[in-house]
């Protein structure tokens, strides 16, 4: 079994690269069977997390997208929602365009929720949203049409994208911190 210590913590991996390749190339063939040719399609990645999943999605889809970059981060108050502030802004028009939101993971589901609401001000033609991974018995949200690879449970998780304070995007796979 692979495993890596980050900041003290050890964490196994419990899914590989080689498992990860096919849901993301099955995913690609999601968007591209969705979205029609003559319609424009912009991708949105969040940053850091999602930088390797996009990369990874955006060369397994066929038809030509228009990819940007926004960096987004929660403030959790007292309350379980955090407001969503944005610390880099998309610098296309998304009007009328189909809109896609890649992310790494979706916990509670508010980062997402928030920056939905974001971008429906801007009047895009559609929002969907591909997350690498999902912790189904987290979400507080209903979120826009979702589409994930991966359902993990309660437990965080590194590797391909997802850090631990800043360490750890790099591993080629997703790493469980071990209990
Ligand atoms: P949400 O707003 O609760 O859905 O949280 C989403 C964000 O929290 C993600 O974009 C990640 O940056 C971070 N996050 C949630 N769970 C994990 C994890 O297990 N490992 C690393 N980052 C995580
Ligand atoms: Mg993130």
Same mark, same amino acid.
């Given at each position: 079994?692979?495993?890596?210590?980050?900041?003290?913590?050890?964490?196994?991996?419990?899914?590989?690269?080689?498992?990860?390749?096919?849901?993301?190339?099955?995913?690609?063939?999601?968007?591209?069977?969705?979205?029609?040719?003559?319609?424009?399609?912009?991708?949105?990645?969040?940053?850091?997390?999602?930088?390797?999943?996009?990369?990874?999605?955006?060369?397994?889809?066929?038809?030509?997208?228009?990819?940007?970059?926004?960096?987004?981060?929660?403030?959790?108050?007292?309350?379980?929602?955090?407001?969503?502030?944005?610390?880099?802004?998309?610098?296309? %028009? *998304? +009007? =009328?365009?189909? @809109? $896609?939101?890649?992310?790494?993971?979706? /916990?509670?589901?508010?980062?997402?929720?928030?920056?939905?609401?974001?971008?429906?001000?801007?009047?895009?033609?559609?929002?969907?949203?591909?997350?690498?991974?999902?912790?189904?018995?987290?979400?507080?949200?209903?979120?826009?049409?979702?589409?994930?690879?991966? %359902? *993990? +449970? =309660?437990?965080? @998780? $590194?590797?391909?994208?997802?850090?631990? /304070?800043?360490?750890?995007?790099?591993?080629?796979?997703?790493?469980?911190?071990?209990?």
């Amino acid at each position: 079994m692979k495993e890596a210590i980050v900041n003290n913590q050890t964490f196994k991996e419990i899914i590989s690269l080689k498992e990860i390749k096919p849901v993301v190339a099955n995913l690609a063939a999601r968007i591209d069977h969705n979205y029609p040719l003559d319609q424009d399609v912009v991708v949105i990645g969040i940053l850091n997390g999602a930088f390797i999943f996009l990369a990874d999605l955006v060369r397994a889809i066929e038809r030509p997208v228009e990819i940007t970059f926004t960096q987004l981060k929660s403030y959790i108050g007292t309350k379980s929602t955090g407001d969503v502030q944005i610390l880099k802004e998309i610098d296309i %028009e *998304i +009007k =009328d365009k189909h @809109v $896609i939101v890649v992310e790494d993971i979706i /916990d509670t589901g508010n980062t997402l929720f928030q920056y939905n609401q974001i971008l429906e001000a801007k009047k895009p033609k559609s929002i969907a949203v591909y997350a690498l991974l999902v912790k189904p018995e987290n979400i507080q949200h209903e979120l826009p049409s979702f589409n994930v690879g991966f %359902e *993990i +449970k =309660d437990r965080f @998780v $590194i590797g391909y994208g997802l850090d631990f /304070d800043g360490i750890g995007r790099n591993l080629r796979g997703i790493y469980q911190l071990k209990s």
